[in-house]
Structure formats: structure tokens, C-alpha cells
């Protein structure tokens, strides 16, 4: 079986696929790599949005593209179906999410196999979220995986795979303490893990204070990248169901700030919103550049428009097509 899957790291030229540590250094040489996630369409509508924005930011060139993956394997199908069409019918490299969640050791190897199939092999191995109710209480599969650590083990050792993993800056909302969450992501790191991408976070001190924490609790990992995950916000009302899932939090000063835009009406001023979004992400991800962050990951929702501003603002320009809202 490892034989069979580590067929899937080369492609149709015979060249291996890059991994993202490597096109990461290539792409730092000309200017501050950049990233997208994307998740997989629910309808037909939906599919086609996503595609439009596939495009889009197929012809400015991000590092790599993720696909999320569903709670408890929900989206698992279509997530292998989609990451599949990015391998294959665009010029990007994808990074396909994988979890632990919900799956028997069996099951996780198969899904490695299909990713391979598709001459993907770089993925990003998560715990995952319960079904339902991501907050809610964490149950290991009987024949699965308890942790994330023991997924970029099983992944490494099914062929020749680039694994990452999740980090997070203010904490994971279910470990005790930021020292307990930095072993946590050690041990992930030291498993195998090339790389680690962020949870979204709204204060670039919890991402610098992250990097230091790896540091000082093993020099080795702390040097590999930890890439932060950027969400331009567009509507706050989306924003707060956001950080409810996630756990991550608004800086009083920030919150206040996109209230007073939204305003007292029963709409909230969407437009006003946005722009404090956009102008926040931007002011981030400068302080992030001047800090010396490997790349920029940028949470889409499937839609380029708000990402490419920040992107514009940043002086790394794109050409939309029409009708590309948020």
C-alpha cells in the first residue's frame, strides 16, 4: 500500500510535486508569498462561485490553495472531488485538509490513497471538529485517532507525503493553558509536520507571542514556518459566527469599532463594515510582512474580491472579472 501511494508525488511530467516549504522559499525570492482557503461547494450555485474565484486568484499565482473539510468528515466527498479538479485542472498547488474526526485508522489510510490518486500530496492533518456541534464534546472513533500528532504520523508513513497542521494563537479553546497548547504543537511538529497554518486571529501580537513560544520550547520546530490565517471581514454579523466556531476573539477596540459602522438599524451597514474589514487585514498583514511572516493565508469563503483588495492595497495587484461580491 505505501508503494502505491507514494506514486502519487509525482506528476504527469514525472517531476515531484512541490511541497509548500519549497514553494514557499522559491516564491519569497520576488515578493511575500500568498495563500487561499477555499471549502467545497454545497449546489451547483454555489460550485460556480467557487470556480470563479479559483480562477481569479489563478492568475496571481498563490503559493498553494487549501480545501477545508467538513465537520466529522461531512464534506468528505466533495472535498476529495474538488481538491481533485484544482490538481488537475489548474496550475495551482492544492493542499487538501484531512481529519481524524469521525474516521477508523481504515478509513483516513483510504482517503490518503484517493488524495494520492489525484496527484495530491500535501495535506494538512487536523484533529477535526465534532459533527453538529464543532464546540461540543471531542469523541475518539473507536478504531480511529485521538490526536493530531498520531495523523501526520499515519500520513508520513504511507508514502511520500508533505504534511502541516493547525496552529493557534490565542490558544486551542479546549487546551488549559498557552503551555500546554505549544507542547501540543511540538509534538505535531515533531511527528513530521513541515509547517503549521493558523487559526484566524485579529491581533498580530498572539501570532508573535505563537512564534515565540515555539522557540523557546524547541529551537528545531520553532524554525519551521508558522503561516497566519488572515479573514478580511465583510459583514459582522458572519464574523461572529466565525469566531463563536473557532474560538478566536475580537480586540475590544476592533469589536466597538465595526459595531459603531454597522450602525443601529435592523440591517447592519454591510458596506461600512467592510471597509473597516479590509483596512484592518491590510494594516495587518504589513505589520505581519515587517515581522518577517513566511506567507499570508487568507480565509476567502469562496469569494476573491475582499482578499484581492487587501492584496491591491498590499501592492500585489489582480484583474477580476465582474460580479465578484465580498
Given at each position: 500500500m505505501t508503494s502505491d501511494f507514494a506514486r502519487g508525488t509525482e506528476d504527469g511530467s514525472g517531476s515531484r510535486t512541490p511541497s509548500i516549504v519549497d514553494r514557499l522559499s522559491s516564491a519569497r525570492s520576488s515578493r511575500i508569498p500568498f495563500s487561499v482557503e477555499f471549502s467545497p461547494p454545497r449546489d451547483a450555485e454555489a460550485e460556480a462561485r467557487l470556480w470563479r474565484a479559483v480562477r481569479a486568484f489563478e492568475r496571481l499565482g498563490p503559493a498553494f490553495v487549501s480545501m477545508t473539510y467538513g465537520a466529522g468528515g461531512s464534506t468528505r466527498d466533495r472535498t476529495v472531488r474538488v481538491t481533485g479538479?484544482?490538481?488537475?485542472?489548474?496550475?495551482?498547488?492544492?493542499?487538501?485538509?484531512?481529519?481524524?474526526?469521525?474516521?477508523?485508522?481504515?478509513?483516513?489510510?483510504?482517503?490518503?490513497?484517493?488524495y494520492a490518486d489525484r496527484g495530491i500530496t500535501n495535506i494538512l492533518a487536523l484533529r477535526g471538529d465534532p459533527p453538529g456541534n464543532p464546540l461540543g464534546e471531542w469523541e475518539r472513533h473507536p478504531e480511529g485517532l485521538g490526536y493530531a500528532e498520531e495523523l501526520v504520523r499515519l500520513v508520513r508513513d504511507l508514502g511520500d507525503f508533505h504534511v502541516g497542521v493547525a496552529s493557534f494563537p490565542e490558544g486551542h479553546y479546549r487546551s488549559p493553558d498557552l503551555e500546554h497548547d505549544t507542547r501540543f504543537?511540538?509534538?505535531?511538529?515533531?511527528a513530521g509536520a513541515e509547517y503549521s497554518i493558523t487559526q484566524m486571529f485579529f491581533d498580530v501580537e498572539h501570532y508573535l507571542r505563537l512564534r515565540d513560544r515555539v522557540v523557546a520550547f524547541d529551537a528545531e520546530q520553532g524554525a519551521k514556518p508558522i503561516i497566519p490565517e488572515i479573514m478580511p471581514i465583510t459583514s459582522l454579523r458572519s464574523a461572529r459566527r466565525s469566531l463563536e466556531l473557532s474560538g478566536s476573539k475580537l480586540p475590544p477596540a476592533l469589536e466597538q469599532r465595526l459595531v459603531r459602522a454597522a450602525g443601529d438599524g435592523p440591517e447592519e451597514n454591510r458596506a461600512a463594515v467592510r471597509e473597516v474589514g479590509?483596512?484592518?487585514?491590510?494594516?495587518?498583514?504589513?505589520?505581519?510582512?515587517?515581522?518577517?511572516?513566511?506567507?499570508?493565508?487568507?480565509?476567502?469563503?469562496?469569494?476573491?474580491?475582499?482578499?484581492?483588495?487587501?492584496?491591491?492595497?498590499?501592492?500585489?495587484?489582480?484583474?477580476?472579472?465582474?460580479?465578484?461580491?465580498?
Open positions: 479538479q484544482l490538481a488537475e485542472e489548474t496550475t495551482l498547488l492544492p493542499v487538501a485538509h484531512l481529519t481524524a474526526v469521525g474516521h477508523s485508522v481504515d478509513e483516513l489510510r483510504a482517503m490518503v490513497g484517493a504543537l511540538v509534538r505535531k511538529l515533531s479590509i483596512e484592518v487585514a491590510t494594516e495587518m498583514c504589513e505589520r505581519l510582512i515587517a515581522e518577517g511572516a513566511p506567507c499570508l493565508h487568507f480565509i476567502t469563503l469562496n469569494f476573491a474580491r475582499a482578499t484581492s483588495e487587501v492584496l491591491s492595497r498590499l501592492g500585489i495587484e489582480m484583474q477580476l472579472p465582474a460580479a465578484q461580491p465580498a
